[in-house]
C-alpha cells in the first residue's frame, strides 16, 4: 500500500527481456540498508518488486521485474534507459497519510491533452500549471470532482471533469520533485482509479443485479 506521496525520482540505468517479462535497474537516492529484496516500490505508479539491490554512489541501484500484464496495462513496456521514474516505498503502520489510499495496480493509461499555465513564471516559486487528461472510457465513471486519483504514482485531486477528460493542478513543488515537470501533450500516464470509488461502483452494480 501507497500514498501517493513520490519520495524520489530514480533513473532507467537499463531494460532488458521482452514482452513476456523485463528487468529494469533503476538508480535512486535510497540507503540500499534500507531496501530488503522482495520490497515493493511503487514505480510511476505499479507496485513493483525488488529482485536485485546494490550500493551506488549517493544510494542504490535496484532491479524490478515487470510482467507482461504490467507492461501490457502500464507505460512500463515503453522505458529506455534515462527515463526518469517517480519512486515511492511501500506505507508502514504509524507512517503520515498525506496523499490517499493508493494499491499500486494500475487500472490504465490516461492521454495529457492539454498543459496550460495557472500562474506567472515571473515569481519566486515558479510556475504552478493544470494539465487535462483523458480517461479511457472504463474508467471516466471512477473520476469524480474534488476526489484522489494517481496518476505516474503522484496522488493529486481532481479540479475538474467533463464526460472522459478531467483536470489536475500542479503546484511548483510537485512539478520540481517528481517528473511532472517532464510531462508533455500526448504522454500517457498510469492511471489507478480512487479505491473508494471502485468498491463503491462495484457494490452498487451488486445490488442493482440482486
Known sequence: MFT????????????????????????????????LLGASIACSGPCLTAVSVEPAEGGCVFAVDAAAETLARTNVGAWQAGRRVNLERSLRIGDEL???LVTGHVDGLAEIVAREPVTERENDWGPSERFVLRAPRD?????????????????????????????????????????????????????????????????????AGA
Open 98 to 100: 498525506g496523499g490517499h
Open 4 to 35: 501517493g506521496l513520490v519520495s524520489d525520482v530514480g533513473t532507467v540505468l537499463s531494460v532488458e527481456g521482452d514482452a513476456r517479462l523485463r528487468r529494469i535497474a533503476i538508480r535512486c537516492g535510497y540507503d540500499p540498508a534500507g531496501i
Open 139 to 207: 474508467l471516466a465513471a471512477f473520476i469524480a470532482e474534488k476526489g484522489s486519483v494517481c496518476l505516474d504514482g503522484t496522488s493529486l485531486t481532481v479540479n475538474g471533469v467533463e464526460d472522459d477528460l478531467f483536470s489536475v493542478l500542479l503546484i511548483p513543488h510537485t512539478l520540481a520533485v517528481t517528473t511532472w515537470g517532464e510531462r508533455r501533450t500526448g504522454d500517457r500516464l498510469n492511471i489507478e482509479v480512487d479505491l473508494i470509488a471502485r468498491y463503491a461502483a462495484r457494490l452498487t452494480d451488486a445490488r
